[in-house]
């Protein structure tokens, strides 16, 4: 081809995630920077996996997911966010959440809509807002006390005759801001004489600190007649290579979500849906005592940092603990994160490639989805710099 290819998506490069742990594998630094678990999934969700496989799950499942799985998740629903929803038209099974963020976006998307994202934002939402011919709209989170929290004036003030979304994503990686009722019906209010939906990305719903808990789109009636809810098993099992989310929304909506999931994925992993689907009837006590668990390993990490020049707030969510490293360099956190991983042997990822517009101040997100000897050899090292 003569003419340079006239690229769709001109700003996106290799994801931060991609980036770093690369680095972190040619370095052989302690990778504290994709967040996936280093705990192997329950025994108990495996065995059921290895059944399937043998007892022929191994071709295509249902488009909108294998039924156990979807009244396994109107079940769960049910029980966290006292929700009842039909699994036969509120529910469908993605590839993970990211095909669920994609086709969320993509079935409400139109070119000229604008979308407000919550800066730090995820990466995935706007590659798919641009690709729809949209516009992201970027509202800062504000810092208070050295935690990010939702300022809902600049909010209120984006919102305008063009907005066709808001994405929320609470618990909120990479900081572990949450939202509370309050929060809710705050959007609720804002929202109502709009026709903006949401999105709300929940994929760390089930990992909350301090004996608070998820408040969930899903629990607020006025928020769910206008959001589609996405989610995902691999943060909540262990089990991030698995790739099985899902989405919850009103069945029109849903009826729209399907359009895109059935031509981007159109079934998922049917011995996973399967094992799935026996798993979170058989354990609720698994993802109820996910919390405690992920509680233990930040409180550990944030005690394993005291002898560090690193400044934090211990994380109310996720399994991500941002800290302020301004004392130690006054570097950009790029380079930071670049330069500790190759020269010190610990990846992280800065804050700055989640944020149109960089916070003011020096910070990095920290994995703590880690067994306590590694927390303990990153602390270490940590402490020393
Ligand atoms: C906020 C957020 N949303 C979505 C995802 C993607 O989830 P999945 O691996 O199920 O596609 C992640 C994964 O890190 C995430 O942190």
């Known amino acids: ?36 678990p280093s705990f192997e999934p329950p025994d108990a969700l495996l065995e059921r996996f290895e059944y399937y496989l043998r007892h022929g799950a191994n071709q295509y499942a249902p488009m909108p997911g294998v039924p156990a799985l979807l009244q396994a998740i109107a079940d769960k629903t049910l029980r966290t966010q006292g929700r009842s929803l039909d699994s036969a038209t509120e529910l469908t099974v ?23 994202l919550l800066d730090p934002a995820y990466d995935a939402y706007e590659p798919a807002i641009d690709l729809s011919g949209g516009r992201a709209v970027h509202v800062p989170l504000a810092i208070e006390n050295d935690e990010f929290v ?15 979304a808001i994405v929320l994503n609470f618990p909120h990686n990479p900081t572990g801001a949450v939202i509370d009722r309050d ?10 004489d709009t026709a903006v939906y949401v999105v709300s990305d929940e994929v760390y719903e089930h990992i909350v600190f301090d004996d608070g808990r998820h408040h969930s789109v899903l629990s607020h009636d006025e928020l769910w007649e206008r959001s589609i809810v996405i989610s995902s098993f691999g943060k909540t099992f262990h089990a991030t290579g698995w ?6 929304a009103p069945a029109a909506l849903t009826n729209e979500f399907r359009k895109v999931h059935q031509f981007t994925t159109f079934a998922v992993n049917t011995p996973a849906q399967c094992a799935l689907a026996d798993y979170v009837e058989s354990d609720p006590e698994f993802y109820l005592a996910l919390s405690s668990f992920y509680q233990q390993k930040r409180d ?13 707030r211990p994380s109310r969510s996720t399994f991500f603990q941002v800290a302020d490293y301004s004392e130690i360099s006054e570097q950009a956190d790029v380079d930071v994160a670049r330069l500790w991983t190759t020269e010190h042997g610990v ?20 994995c703590f989805a880690k067994d306590d000897e590694t927390l303990a050899r990153a602390a270490a090292i940590l402490s020393e710099l």
């Open 94 to 116: 993605s590839t993970g959440a990211t095909e669920g963020l994609f086709s969320a976006i993509t079935a409400l998307v139109r070119p000229g809509d604008e979308v407000i």
């Open 150 to 164: 939702v300022d809902w004036q600049p909010v209120a003030d984006a919102i305008s005759a063009r907005t066709r």
């Open 183 to 192: 929060g809710l019906e705050t959007l609720a209010g804002l929202l109502r």
């Open 347 to 366: 990846a992280t990822i800065p804050l700055s490639v989640f944020c149109e517009t960089p916070f003011s101040g020096c910070r990095l997100r920290f």
């Open 243 to 248: 790739k099985v989310g899902y989405a919850a």
């Open 300 to 312: 550990l990490f944030c005690k394993l940092l005291e002898p560090s020049r690193l400044r934090l």
């Open 1 to 36: 081809m003569q003419n340079p290819l006239d690229s769709k998506l001109p700003h996106v490069g290799t994801t931060i995630f991609s980036v770093m742990s690369r680095l972190a594998n040619e370095t052989g630094a302690i990778n504290l920077s994709q967040g996936f």
